[in-house]
């Protein structure tokens, strides 16, 4: 990078300046898994919440009573799609193929809206039933597990609609490639968390 000195004034000390913005991507990647081990943090604090809690039910409905497995394992099998669906946006921006990119990164974008609006349905029928997250201390446990798991995916499809008007106006740039590898980190971060979801909290609750 090079650098330009100014003209001293006055015997002092010449000031440098740079002739073009540098951004590192390596500090970038530094600074995103550096957020991931905090989200991991959040997500081990709930989940030994719910280890802690996830029995009293308080004289209420249990796991076994109100979770649905089907609806759970479709509304699971629209997250790994969308994983894959991502892998796939990443690929072919390897390729610089914008068009194909932003097709697949809008199947994504579709696949977590139908995963949050079956998400929002099982809230909403919980609820329906009086078994909100006032009823008891599972109850208060799961909607926090799964209602912040919820609010990560619906921030990753703003983000990702973001991302999709930068490539759509400005192209596979670098800051864009950098950009979508940061989100496909954070993409598949909630999906290896929404198995542990999954796992523990509705498989482990039916039993």
């Known amino acids: 990078m090079a650098h330009t000195p100014a003209q001293s004034v006055d015997g002092a000390e010449p000031v440098f300046y740079l002739k073009e913005d540098h951004h590192s991507e390596n500090g970038t990647s530094l600074g995103f898994w550096?957020?991931?081990?905090?989200?991991?943090?959040?997500?081990a604090t709930l989940f030994a919440t719910y280890?802690?809690?996830?029995?009293?039910y308080a004289a209420g409905p249990s796991g076994a009573d109100l979770f649905d497995l089907k609806l759970v394992a479709i509304n699971?099998?629209?997250?790994?799609?969308?994983?894959?669906?991502?892998?796939f946006a990443m690929l072919e921006m390897e390729k610089q193929?914008?068009?194909?990119?932003?097709?697949?990164?809008?199947?994504?974008?579709?696949f977590g809206l139908a995963f949050l609006a079956v998400e929002l349905y099982e809230f909403h029928h919980l609820i329906a039933e009086g078994a909100g997250p006032?009823?008891?201390?599972?109850?208060?446990?799961?909607?926090?597990?799964v209602g912040t798991h919820g609010l990560h995916v619906t921030f990753?499809?703003?983000?990702?609609?973001?991302?999709?008007?930068?490539?759509?106006?400005?192209?596979?740039?670098?800051?864009?490639?950098?950009?979508?590898?940061?989100?496909?980190?954070?993409?598949?971060?909630?999906?290896?968390?929404?198995?542990?979801?999954?796992?523990?909290?509705?498989?482990?609750?039916?039993?």
Do not use: E, P
Not at 51 to 56: E, K, P
Not at 80 to 86: A, E, G, R, V
Not at 134 to 145: N, Y
Not at 177 to 199: A, E, N, P, Q, Y
């Open 34 to 43: 550096l957020y991931l081990m905090s989200d991991c943090l959040i997500f």
């Open 51 to 56: 280890a802690v809690v996830g029995r009293n």
């Open 76 to 87: 699971t099998g629209f997250l790994l799609f969308s994983s894959i669906t991502y892998g």
């Open 97 to 110: 193929k914008v068009k194909a990119t932003l097709v697949w990164l809008g199947v994504t974008g579709l």
């Open 134 to 145: 006032q009823r008891s201390a599972f109850l208060s446990a799961f909607f926090a597990l």
């Open 156 to 207: 990753g499809i703003i983000w990702l609609v973001t991302l999709m008007f930068q490539v759509a106006k400005h192209g596979l740039i670098a800051a864009n490639k950098r950009r979508l590898m940061c989100l496909s980190m954070f993409w598949h971060f909630l999906d290896v968390i929404w198995i542990g979801v999954f796992s523990f909290v509705y498989l482990m609750g039916v039993l």
